[in-house]
């Protein structure tokens, strides 16, 4: 036997598949983004990339799960923005979303978009704000629950507005999109990568895009600043993040999966397609996203506090 073999030597990771939790429903804008990337870093990683759907609490619930998961590199999260506004948000957080984690890569920056019931009257942004105005907590503007991108986004338009809507929270914007097709509830603000298939098969009605550049996807859609609303620049950062304490030979093979994806030739026409882009690759790394979430948890602090939005 060969003296000082390691008996007990790391097993080789990834050792088995892994569960990327994505903590919204299926088929929303989170899931469709950790669906496309999934393939690529399934085959880069030689394991199955298994989305997982737990939905809850704005991505509160789910970010739980990987924050007490085994940290072995076989459970991933993947989340948004709503790891930094939740600090914010909530009042008993039960991870800290900047300690509880090991960050290993940002993803995509999604544009967002206000989008209406496809009965609502207002022919342009001006006449939908004007209808929110008039009609205030009757109209129902509905999200993916506190701390997700879409009442993130409903937030800053209402104070944007000086308008209460009444909000209603759903498990992800899947099932909310049900609803507003349906016409059962009048306003969203999501993600273009849930929205623009159904504005392009006109099932919702489009006002504006939350950012000051129109889609290359949806160019006959204005930005809401064109349309008057200014200092309305929300756009959805996405990253990836394993639980504290993962080994570092198991982030960077996630990280290089993970960069592997977002040069792979079906997620970057994916992405175009929903009006969205992966992120430079330097952009794609452990720093990168360590430094923009804990600059993010900072700017958007007094934002929260200014809108007196919060959750237990
Ligand atoms: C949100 O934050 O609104 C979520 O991304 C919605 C979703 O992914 O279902």
């Given at each position: 036997?060969?003296?000082?073999?390691?008996?007990?030597?790391?097993?080789?990771?990834?050792?088995?598949?892994?569960?990327?939790?994505?903590?919204?429903?299926?088929?929303?804008?989170?899931?469709?983004?950790?669906?496309?990337?999934?393939?690529?870093?399934?085959?880069?990683?030689?394991?199955?990339?298994?989305?997982?759907?737990?939905?809850?609490?704005?991505?509160?619930?789910?970010?739980?799960?990987?924050?007490?998961?085994?940290?072995?590199?076989?459970?991933?999260?993947?989340?948004?923005?709503?790891?930094?506004?939740?600090?914010?948000l909530?009042?008993?957080?039960?991870y800290?979303?900047?300690?509880?984690?090991?960050?290993?890569?940002?993803?995509?920056?999604?544009?967002?978009?206000?989008?209406?019931?496809?009965?609502?009257?207002?022919?342009?942004?001006?006449?939908?704000?004007?209808?929110?105005?008039?009609?205030?907590?009757?109209?129902?503007?509905?999200?993916?629950?506190?701390?997700?991108?879409?009442h993130?986004?409903?937030?800053?338009?209402?104070?944007?507005?000086?308008?209460?809507?009444?909000?209603?929270?759903?498990?992800?914007?899947?099932?909310?999109?049900?609803?507003?097709?349906?016409?059962?509830?009048?306003?969203?603000?999501?993600?273009?990568?849930?929205?623009?298939?159904?504005?392009?098969?006109?099932?919702?009605?489009?006002?504006?895009?939350?950012?000051?550049?129109?889609?290359?996807?949806?160019?006959?859609?204005?930005?809401?600043?064109?349309?008057?609303?200014?200092?309305?620049?929300?756009?959805?950062?996405h990253?990836?993040?394993?639980?504290?304490?993962?080994?570092?030979?198991a982030?960077?093979?996630?990280?290089?999966?993970?960069?592997?994806?977002?040069?792979?030739?079906?997620?970057?026409?994916?992405?175009?397609?929903?009006?969205?882009?992966?992120?430079?690759?330097?952009?794609?790394?452990?720093?990168?996203?360590?430094?923009?979430?804990?600059?993010e948890?900072?700017?958007?602090?007094?934002?929260?506090?200014?809108?007196?939005?919060?959750?237990?």
């Amino acid at each position: 036997i060969l003296a000082g073999t390691n008996a007990y030597a790391q097993t080789e990771f990834p050792s088995r598949p892994i569960t990327m939790i994505v903590p919204f429903a299926a088929g929303g804008p989170t899931d469709t983004v950790g669906r496309l990337i999934a393939e690529p870093m399934t085959r880069m990683l030689g394991q199955q990339v298994l989305v997982e759907n737990v939905g809850g609490a704005g991505g509160t619930l789910g970010a739980a799960r990987v924050a007490k998961a085994d940290p072995d590199g076989h459970t991933i999260l993947l989340y948004h923005i709503g790891q930094a506004t939740s600090v914010s948000l909530y009042r008993k957080l039960p991870y800290d979303p900047a300690k509880d984690f090991t960050p290993v890569g940002r993803v995509t920056d999604v544009p967002m978009t206000l989008v209406a019931r496809p009965t609502m009257e207002a022919a342009s942004a001006g006449d939908l704000l004007g209808y929110i105005t008039k009609n205030k907590e009757d109209v129902t503007l509905v999200n993916a629950g506190v701390g997700s991108a879409s009442h993130l986004c409903g937030m800053v338009l209402m104070k944007a507005l000086g308008v209460p809507m009444t909000t209603i929270p759903y498990k992800g914007t899947a099932p909310a999109m049900t609803d507003l097709i349906g016409g059962r509830v009048d306003v969203m603000c999501d993600q273009s990568t849930n929205t623009s298939g159904q504005i392009k098969s006109g099932n919702i009605k489009a006002y504006g895009v939350t950012v000051n550049k129109r889609l290359g996807s949806l160019p006959d859609l204005p930005t809401l600043a064109e349309s008057g609303l200014d200092g309305f620049e929300v756009s959805i950062w996405h990253g990836i993040w394993a639980p504290k304490g993962t080994p570092a030979a198991a982030v960077s093979k996630l990280e290089a999966a993970l960069q592997a994806a977002l040069k792979d030739p079906n997620v970057v026409k994916r992405f175009a397609d929903l009006g969205t882009e992966p992120v430079p690759l330097d952009q794609a790394t452990p720093a990168a996203l360590d430094s923009h979430l804990k600059a993010e948890i900072e700017r958007w602090k007094p934002i929260v506090q200014a809108a007196g939005v919060f959750a237990d």
